[in-house]
């Protein structure tokens, strides 16, 4: 059934001028529609607000006014925004109509993309991104769904600004706005904080995915991914796509790192080192074909905008070490039962009063003093060195009066060589003046050499791999005389070749000699059996038997068939004949050659002619070898004699 027909709004008019003749998708915020402009007669894409939502005045009010600043974003990679307005309890976007698919459209039908195709999408992207970037906008819902690909090849990104006000109104309540699948680490653990590196996070993933037509962090919940996005750096594609280049790998990492600082700055910043990477990889680089395995279904539930309720979440845990009001540190638990009263005469007057009017001026004055103490200077907080060069952190530390402590350095897939890695106390910690700040810098990527396993079992050269900081990649199995089933006869990078940690190495595994099948259809099971094991073959009988030309119980077919190769050791299945189907035989005496032939042969049988001497120029069938009416093999030869 075609749901357009039961959609209330197609062949409707909206605001006396866009007439809704097609929907074209529906999403988590919004349905979309193909219209017409009746006043500029132009044909045009409608955003249509859900009604739950459109219900709301404050997300109303904020979406209008974000759509009319993102209409002021003029960009060739950007869908324009034409007007926007209300009709009764719609409220829509009228914009820019592509004609053509969208990136998850693509994904979908190829799988993994040639290097070239993925960074041919990626940089008009990341160029409108970094426009709206530099504009002040942020799109907060990067995803393949919202990358268009017109049928002239443009490509462009749609839906800016209905994030970014959807988002404002949420926050409020503590709930995640986005898709799970290309969500950011603070985007999940601190949305309000969630600025321009939250679309150079999702342009990462979408480039992941773009090169190994998968997502990096799936789960059986969103509970599971969102987790994964927190605790789980995102994966080099090349562990996925052995040969892909480590550019790839570098640029991915990049642009995912879960903290923050340390990915580029915005998409300029990332369209930056991506045409870096575009330019030092080779054609042959580019153009590499990844396997094309089928990508991973896609319901489409994963990849809808969403609310996410923060239970979904991990729990967060209180703040410490922050300038609170004292009441938000107070619980009930902490809160002292008050003290007895005292009864006294009537009329009396205390002798403690006096000592209670001392001490509390006292009690004053050490308070005043603590927090003059407190705010006099006496401490400060550690300052933002992540991503910086040592030099700088030490700079940035004498600025603020504290000391550099000791200095440690790790190697490093993410972080430049030479800049912050982290700090101890982490950065923003409260810390005395002129104590001293430790700080991590990374030494770079660790490189390792990659182990001979030539000769080795899978199993051990799999650990061999791991021991070593490498990634185990793709099995590949051939033939050979020389190596035996199961051992690797080689890999790819070769070993003593230096690498990078967490490449991934491919390997060649042997399935051992090749052994020719020899043809056992219409042999008996045993005989067949004990050819099969003369040449090194397994034996394995299909469930259900067959009719066949060959009698019951002999072998009617085999699979892998003759004169193919398999390895030793390998197992060829045979299904046993039930014997030939028996089919009545039409009576075809008196009958012309020509229609008794016509006859068999549709009745299933193979004809022969015997006309000897008499029949030589005869055209009548005088008798036939099986009677009419009586039953044979289908497909055996009738014979007729011709007078």
Same mark, same amino acid.
């Given at each position: 059934?075609?749901?357009?027909?039961?959609?209330?709004?197609?062949?409707?008019?909206?605001?006396?001028?866009?007439?809704?003749?097609?929907?074209?998708?529906?999403?988590?915020?919004?349905?979309?529609?193909?219209?017409?402009?009746?006043?500029?007669?132009?044909?045009?894409?409608?955003? $249509?607000?859900? @009604? *739950?939502?459109?219900?709301?005045?404050?997300?109303?009010?904020?979406?209008?006014?974000?759509?009319?600043?993102?209409?002021?974003?003029?960009?060739?990679?950007?869908?324009?925004?034409?007007?926007?307005?209300?009709?009764?309890?719609?409220?829509?976007? *009228?914009?820019?109509?592509?004609?053509?698919?969208?990136?998850?459209?693509?994904?979908?039908?190829?799988?993994?993309?040639?290097?070239?195709?993925?960074?041919?999408?990626?940089? @008009?992207? +990341?160029?409108?991104?970094?426009?709206?970037?530099?504009?002040?906008?942020?799109?907060?819902?990067?995803?393949?769904?919202?990358?268009?690909?017109?049928?002239?090849?443009?490509?462009?990104?749609?839906?800016?600004?209905?994030?970014?006000?959807?988002?404002?109104?949420? =926050?409020?309540?503590?709930?995640?706005? &986005?898709?799970?699948?290309?969500?950011?680490?603070?985007?999940?653990?601190? @949305?309000?904080?969630?600025?321009?590196?939250?679309?150079? #996070?999702?342009?990462?993933?979408?480039?992941?995915?773009?090169?190994?037509?998968?997502?990096?962090?799936?789960?059986?919940?969103?509970?599971?991914?969102?987790?994964?996005?927190?605790?789980?750096?995102?994966?080099?594609?090349?562990?996925?796509?052995?040969?892909?280049?480590?550019?790839?790998?570098?640029?991915?990492?990049?642009?995912?790192?879960?903290?923050?600082?340390?990915?580029?700055?915005?998409?300029?910043?990332?369209?930056?080192?991506?045409?870096?990477?575009?330019?030092?990889?080779?054609?042959?680089?580019?153009?590499?074909?990844?396997?094309?395995?089928?990508?991973?279904?896609?319901?489409?539930?994963? =990849?809808?905008?969403?609310?996410?309720?923060?239970?979904?979440?991990?729990?967060?845990?209180?703040?410490?070490?922050?300038?609170?009001?004292?009441?938000?540190?107070?619980?009930?638990?902490?809160?002292?039962?008050?003290?007895?009263?005292?009864?006294?005469?009537?009329?009396?007057?205390?002798?403690?009063?006096?000592?209670?009017?001392?001490?509390?001026?006292?009690?004053?004055?050490?308070?005043?003093?603590?927090?003059?103490?407190?705010?006099?200077?006496?401490?400060?907080?550690?300052?933002?060195?992540?991503?910086?060069?040592?030099?700088?952190?030490?700079?940035?530390?004498?600025?603020?009066?504290?000391?550099? &402590?000791?200095?440690? #350095?790790? #190697?490093?897939?993410?972080?430049?060589?030479?800049? $912050?890695?982290?700090?101890?106390?982490?950065?923003?910690?409260?810390?005395?003046? =002129?104590?001293?700040?430790?700080?991590?810098?990374?030494?770079?990527?660790?490189?390792?050499?990659? @182990?001979?396993?030539?000769?080795?079992?899978?199993?051990?050269?799999?650990?061999?791999?791991?021991?070593?900081?490498?990634?185990?990649?793709? $099995?590949?199995?051939?033939? /050979?005389?020389?190596?035996?089933? &199961?051992?690797?006869?080689?890999?790819?990078?070769?070993?003593?070749?230096?690498?990078?940690?967490?490449?991934?190495?491919?390997?060649?595994?042997?399935?051992?000699?090749?052994?020719?099948?020899?043809?056992?259809?219409?042999?008996?099971?045993?005989?067949?059996?004990?050819?099969?094991?003369?040449?090194?073959?397994?034996?394995?009988?299909?469930?259900?038997?067959?009719?066949?030309?060959?009698?019951?119980?002999?072998?009617?077919?085999?699979?892998?068939? /003759?004169?193919?190769?398999?390895?030793?050791?390998?197992?060829?299945?045979?299904?046993?004949?039930? &014997?030939?189907?028996?089919?009545?035989?039409?009576?075809?005496?008196?009958?012309?050659?020509?229609?008794? !032939?016509?006859?068999?042969?549709?009745?299933?049988?193979?004809?022969?002619?015997?006309?000897?001497?008499?029949? +030589?120029?005869?055209?009548?069938?005088? !008798?036939?070898?099986?009677?009419?009416?009586?039953?044979?093999?289908?497909? /055996?030869?009738?014979?007729?004699?011709?007078?």
């Amino acid at each position: 059934m075609d749901t357009t027909l039961q959609d209330p709004l197609v062949g409707q008019v909206l605001d006396g001028r866009y007439r809704v003749d097609a929907r074209i998708a529906v999403g988590g915020m919004a349905t979309v529609y193909r219209a017409l402009d009746t006043r500029l007669d132009r044909v045009l894409a409608l955003k $249509v607000m859900h @009604p *739950a939502l459109a219900a709301d005045g404050i997300f109303v009010e904020r979406f209008i006014r974000e759509a009319k600043s993102v209409a002021r974003l003029a960009h060739p990679n950007v869908v324009q925004v034409f007007d926007q307005g209300t009709d009764g309890s719609y409220v829509y976007l *009228a914009m820019e109509y592509v004609a053509g698919c969208t990136l998850r459209d693509v994904l979908r039908e190829r799988g993994a993309l040639q290097p070239r195709a993925a960074l041919d999408i990626l940089e @008009p992207v +990341l160029a409108a991104l970094g426009a709206a970037h530099r504009a002040g906008f942020v799109h907060r819902d990067m995803k393949p769904e919202n990358v268009l690909i017109g049928d002239d090849g443009r490509v462009k990104v749609a839906d800016f600004g209905l994030v970014r006000s959807v988002n404002n109104v949420t =926050n409020s309540s503590g709930a995640v706005l &986005g898709t799970v699948s290309y969500l950011s680490p603070e985007q999940i653990d601190r @949305p309000n904080t969630a600025d321009a590196r939250v679309d150079v #996070y999702a342009c990462g993933v979408m480039l992941y995915e773009m090169l190994t037509g998968s997502q990096p962090h799936e789960g059986e919940s969103p509970a599971i991914v969102l987790y994964k996005h927190l605790h789980e750096d995102v994966p080099p594609p090349s562990a996925v796509v052995p040969g892909l280049p480590y550019e790839l790998d570098e640029l991915v990492a990049s642009a995912t790192a879960r903290t923050p600082e340390l990915r580029p700055y915005d998409a300029v910043a990332l369209l930056a080192q991506t045409r870096d990477a575009h330019g030092r990889l080779s054609d042959a680089q580019l153009d590499m074909v990844p396997p094309q395995a089928l990508p991973s279904e896609y319901t489409g539930a994963e =990849n809808r905008t969403s609310v996410i309720p923060r239970s979904l979440t991990v729990p967060r845990l209180l703040p410490v070490n922050e300038d609170e009001p004292v009441h938000h540190r107070t619980s009930v638990l902490e809160t002292p039962p008050p003290p007895p009263r005292r009864g006294r005469a009537s009329g009396g007057r205390s002798r403690r009063g006096p000592v209670l009017i001392v001490a509390a001026v006292l009690l004053a004055l050490g308070l005043g003093a603590g927090v003059w103490y407190i705010n006099s200077g006496q401490f400060t907080r550690v300052p933002a060195l992540l991503a910086k060069t040592e030099a700088q952190a030490r700079d940035r530390l004498d600025e603020v009066g504290l000391e550099t &402590g000791k200095v440690t #350095y790790a #190697y490093s897939d993410t972080v430049k060589r030479g800049t $912050v890695i982290s700090t101890d106390p982490g950065v923003g910690s409260r810390i005395r003046n =002129n104590d001293s700040v430790a700080i991590t810098v990374s030494r770079g990527p660790q490189t390792v050499k990659v @182990p001979d396993v030539d000769g080795d079992a899978l199993g051990t050269a799999r650990n061999r791999l791991k021991a070593e900081g490498l990634q185990p990649g793709m $099995v590949t199995r051939e033939f /050979s005389d020389d190596v035996p089933r &199961g051992f690797v006869i080689s890999t790819d990078p070769s070993g003593g070749t230096t690498l990078r940690t967490g490449s991934a190495i491919a390997l060649t595994v042997s399935k051992g000699a090749p052994v020719d099948v020899p043809d056992v259809t219409g042999e008996d099971l045993s005989d067949a059996r004990s050819d099969l094991t003369e040449a090194g073959l397994k034996v394995k009988i299909a469930d259900t038997r067959v009719n066949s030309e060959y009698d019951a119980g002999q072998v009617a077919r085999q699979s892998p068939e /003759s004169g193919s190769q398999a390895a030793e050791g390998d197992t060829i299945t045979l299904t046993i004949s039930k &014997g030939p189907e028996m089919i009545e035989v039409p009576d075809v005496t008196g009958d012309s050659v020509d229609d008794a !032939k016509s006859a068999l042969e549709e009745a299933g049988f193979q004809v022969e002619e015997d006309r000897g001497l008499l029949g +030589l120029f005869g055209d009548t069938v005088r !008798k036939q070898s099986v009677e009419g009416g009586e039953t044979a093999p289908k497909g /055996s030869t009738i014979t007729i004699t011709i007078r």
